[in-house]
């Protein structure tokens, strides 16, 4: 991946929905190169899908909790579990006190408390310590330049 595929990432980052004229002028190619690039960076997986940005609150998801889930045993082997409670938007096997990690999206902290109750019932965890949320100050997404050796 050179320069050039990372500054398309990165304004397909910005705006997915842009032209590949618009794209190609951004980063010095023709809209045909550019399209070529893209349709190879989708091939080599460097972009997994193309989607839209939905403001949680908008849709009724405003309160967001990270939780530790604790287990007596392995959850490596628990995805299924997790995956299938939609509030759950990111579920991570870890290293350290806890096994798992899990992002979680509610209308109300009744419903938390609910999608917590849920996350019990699944086979080997032993306890959770979830952490609410209160303000967010900022989310970036993967940087394509962080990387960049050219």
């Known amino acids: 991946m050179d320069r050039i595929d990372r500054a398309l990432l990165e304004q397909l980052q910005l ?7 618009a794209l190609g002028q951004a980063v010095g190619l023709s809209a045909g190169a550019a399209h ?14 193309t989607t839209v940005e939905v403001d949680p609150a908008a849709v009724g998801s405003g309160v967001l909790a990270y939780v530790m889930v604790n287990s007596a045993s392995w959850m490596g ?8 409670l939609p509030e759950i938007l990111e579920a991570h096997v870890i290293a350290g006190s806890a096994s798992v990690l899990v992002k979680i999206r509610t209308g109300t902290t009744e419903q ?3 999608v917590l109750r849920r996350i019990y019932a699944i086979d080997g965890v032993s306890g959770t310590q979830a952490t609410v949320v209160l303000e967010t100050f900022f989310e970036r997404p993967v940087s394509p330049r962080v990387a960049d050796q050219d």
Not at 15 to 21: E, G, P, R
Not at 77 to 84: H, N, P, Q, R, T
């Open 36 to 49: 070529e690039r893209v349709r190879k960076l989708r091939e080599r997986g460097a972009i997994r899908r």
């Open 77 to 84: 082997d628990s995805a299924e579990g997790f995956a299938a």
């Open 112 to 114: 938390l408390q609910d």
């Open 15 to 21: 705006d997915a929905t842009q032209s590949y004229a």
